[in-house]
């Protein structure tokens, strides 16, 4: 079986960039988009895609905790690169009203603005939501037909699912389906089409049991996986068949 883990930080793995994507091949984990945050990480991480391509990919965005940081600038970098063979998509982006480290009106103008680049060069985008599930899918309306993409890490409820799923995002679950805590996620996740999610890590963060309390890092993908085909009935071949078919639908960019 051959897996890919379609969102993680390899610029922020204490193991280092080259040992995580060892570890991730040795078990089956083949491909990995890395993911931009901010303007001052947008030159790693696509060093980090350029040095590691085809195996590693990038995705080139300002995180909704760095909203009031997006600058002309920044956007204009994201969209000159956007076109390089290793940026996959635009990313991560959105809205985080649970921490909110960007006031909420600089978030959504840095959403909308990114949203514009993903239009403009045709490229899918990751976006990141946290307590802001209505302001997202207006948002996301405004785009509907033009723009696609998925929801990294989905934590929401089955409404934010459903509407995603209805503007034509698909729904990426990371380790914290899980979490004892996850019930309703999980029920969530039993309800989703099976050609409409993506499994990822989020590394270094939450780990999935029963690695918790490690750092997460893109091998742990397959502990997710397993449990998401426990939920969903079926093979954990078929899971990592219908992931690697829906990733490369959505990454066309993505050589296999
Ligand atoms: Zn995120
Ligand atoms: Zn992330």
């Known amino acids: 079986m051959e897996w890919i883990d379609i969102h993680a930080h390899l610029n922020m793995l204490e193991e280092g960039v080259e040992a995580a994507i060892n570890n991730a091949k040795a078990v089956g984990v083949k491909k990995i988009i ?5 303007p001052e990480d947008h030159p790693i991480v696509l060093d980090i895609a350029r040095k590691y391509y085809p195996e590693v990919y990038c995705t080139l965005g300002v995180h909704p905790h760095d909203g009031g940081t997006y600058t002309e600038a920044a956007g204009k970098f994201i969209e000159e690169h956007v076109t390089e063979p290793c940026v996959v998509a635009v990313g991560e982006i959105g809205l985080d009203y649970y921490y909110d480290n960007s006031p909420r009106e600089l978030q959504k103008e840095a959403f909308r603005a990114q949203l514009e680049i993903a239009r403009r ?3 899918p985008v990751e976006i990141h939501t946290r307590d802001a599930e209505e302001d997202t899918i207006e948002i996301l309306k405004e785009f509907k037909g033009e723009v696609n993409g998925l929801i990294h890490c989905f934590t929401g409820t089955e409404w934010l699912a459903r509407q995603a799923l209805d503007v034509g995002f698909n729904i990426s679950i990371s380790g914290v389906v899980t979490f004892k805590s ?3 996620l999980r029920e969530t996740v039993k309800m989703l089409p099976l050609d409409r999610i993506h499994v990822e890590t989020d590394s270094p963060f939450l780990a999935p049991i029963p690695m918790r309390g ?3 890092t893109p091998a742990y ?7 998401v085909a426990d939920l969903k009935g079926i093979s ?3 899971l990592c068949e219908q992931t690697r078919i829906n990733a490369l639908k959505m990454f066309p960019k993505i050589q296999w």
């Open 34 to 38: 890395t993911i931009g945050t901010q």
């Open 121 to 123: 060069t045709k490229m």
């Open 182 to 184: 996850a019930d309703s």
């Open 214 to 216: 490690r750092k997460n």
């Open 221 to 227: 993908v397959i502990h997710t996986a397993k449990f």
């Open 236 to 238: 954990l071949e078929q």
